[in-house]
């Protein structure tokens, strides 16, 4: 079964072919990075009128990619939920009507299902696992039972760990996107230069959780208070301090999953988890298989949601085609997940 996956939730506009779930027939992203440079940040505007110009280009190089037409193809699949409004209706909606003029399946798929999901293009992974979900909107750490069953363990209580890598390198005039950045920066800087502060959410319910706020605010507003003796305030030790601590906080509730679970496979997705420190940390602990995607498929991609299409698809899900987008998942909180809020609509 030959998929066309569209992916157009933020700043890419995407589209990818994958057979049966696993083979990557075609991936095309058009990234507008440029176009929301100069203003340090995404702006929402610009971003759903890129997508508009560029989807059918892009659907259009994705086939010729792999050497298809429409009528090769046997669903069209298209992410509708959490992102940008504008930009997640002008995915969705030129899906929609590429399928009904084709009389093909249509499927709408959940962004994040799709980051975990990137990781099973290129690895048989087995369920049950520990999923990090971990991108500019999103830091989830959930137990994973199946493509469409994740029972949430942790979230974040405020920003999520992509939103502060930006907004730090937004503050620093590091550039944008600010990730990537800082994690090229972090390289020229020592992470023991600044004493960051982490947070104590350690009890109940919040065992899990993960906050990035107060991590945000001590290095935008505070960074001399917890500068060590003998280092210097660069802007590289800043980033490198930043993104230790920032790591540190994810592995240590990742770790009182993996105690408390037993599980000890984990699959990382999202964009964050193209970072080079958190896959470096990661790797050290030899009692885990962290299976991380390739970096080309850690950011936004069509590939991801073509191939968590294939599952729903071959147990018969379909999409109505009254299916609208969401911007947010409220049920993305702790342990009310599953099919309703990353499956099914
Ligand atoms: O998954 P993604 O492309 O879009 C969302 O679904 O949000 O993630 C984007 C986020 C941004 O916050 C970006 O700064 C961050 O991923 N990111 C990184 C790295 N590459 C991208 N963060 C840390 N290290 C990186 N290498
Ligand atoms: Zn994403």
Redesign the pocket.
Known sequence: MKVLGIES????TACAIVEDGRKILSNVVATQIPFHQVYKGVVPEIASRKHAEWILPVVRQALEQASMTLDDVDAIAATNRP?LMGSLLVGLTFAKTLAWSKNKPFIAIN??LG?LYAAHLENDIPYPYLGLL?????SIIAKVNGFDDLEVLGTTIDD???????KV?KYYDLG?????????LSKEGDSAAFSFPAPKLDKGDHRYDVSFSGLKTAVIHQADAFLNKGFEKTTANIAASF?ET?CKILISRLMRAVQDTGLTTVVA??????????RALLAEHSELNCIFPP?KL???NGAMIAGVAYHFLQRGDRSEWNTTACARIPQFKRGLANLEAFGRR
């Open positions: 939730s933020c700043d890419e992102g962004h994040m980051h971990v991108s500019g909107g999103h999520s760990v992509g939103e502060a890598f930006d390198a944008y996107p600010g990730g990537v950045i800082i994690d090229k993104q920032a997705g999202g964009g964050v988890a193209a970072n080079s420190r958190l970096l850690c950011g936004d």
